[in-house]
């Protein structure tokens, strides 16, 4: 299986770190943001890896090198200093994750979420299998929900955030072209569809978006 980490944003509400440095390749105790996440990955058994870059895209291999140093295997895709959004990011990528299912993982999170889960999941009928995490501070109405069924519903309670991490079959994104385009849309047919599950996950979590979360994150890591 492989796995893709999404690095193409901007990090408008970190700026100004972000002016010089990626959002993902920002310092947090001893590790880069998205260093602790390849760790994981590969802990877990993921070594080929796939990188979308946009905004600083040249810091990425000169930072991270081919992924030797983490015992993975790294390629990187340049989107432009725009990017593709999410969805955009992953379709572009297709042609590198193949036709089997593979792993997405948001570069600007933190969480000790065990991946071996993902890896061992089965799809079954399903195109899509999201992690949901418990609603942080700045999401506090949360995303969707989850029913009985373990399938991604939309609802007006009980809802969940989205993590950022996923389990994609291409099949997803199949005939969609190659371009700017966001993920929730397509969250939202899949749902209308019933073709999307998720799971809930109350272990550690935090979307390192601010520089607050930032300080909270390097204070835990040091």
């Known amino acids: 299986m492989k796995a893709m980490i999404l690095c193409a944003g901007r990090g408008e509400r970190l700026r100004p770190l972000t002016d010089h440095t990626p959002k993902p ?3 947090a105790g001893p590790e880069r943001i998205v260093e602790y996440t390849i760790n994981a990955l590969a802990k877990a ?3 080929q890896l796939v990188i979308n870059t946009a905004h600083l895209s040249e810091q990425f291999p000169r930072l991270l090198g081919d992924g030797s140093r983490y ?10 200093e725009q990017g593709l959004e999410t969805a955009g990011g ?5 042609p590198l994750l193949g036709s089997a ?10 969480t000790d979420y065990p991946f071996q889960q993902l890896i061992s999941h089965d799809l ?28 991604l519903i ?7 955030t989205f993590s950022g991490i996923g389990l994609y079959h291409p099949d997803l994104f199949q005939s969609l072209p190659t371009g700017k385009r966001a993920l929730k849309p397509i969250f939202l047919d899949a749902i209308e569809r019933a073709c999307i599950t998720a799971e809930h996950y109350s272990g550690q979590w935090s979307d390192i978006g601010t ?10 890591k040091t």
Do not use: S
Not at 71 to 80: A, T
Not at 102 to 108: L, T
Not at 211 to 220: F, M, S
């Open 45 to 47: 058994g993921l070594t």
């Open 211 to 220: 520089q607050e979360r930032l300080a909270e994150l390097t204070k835990l």
């Open 124 to 151: 079954g009928d399903a195109l899509c299998h999201l992690v949901m995490v418990n609603n942080p501070a700045h999401n506090p109405e949360g995303d969707f929900a989850i029913n009985k069924q373990r399938q």
């Open 71 to 80: 015992g993975v295997q790294i390629d990187y895709l340049v989107e432009g």
């Open 90 to 94: 992953i379709i572009n990528a297709l």
């Open 101 to 110: 299912p593979f792993i997405v993982v948001n570069g600007d999170i933190w």
């Open 154 to 160: 939309v609802a007006d309670q009980d809802r969940l």
């Open 25 to 27: 390749l920002l310092q």
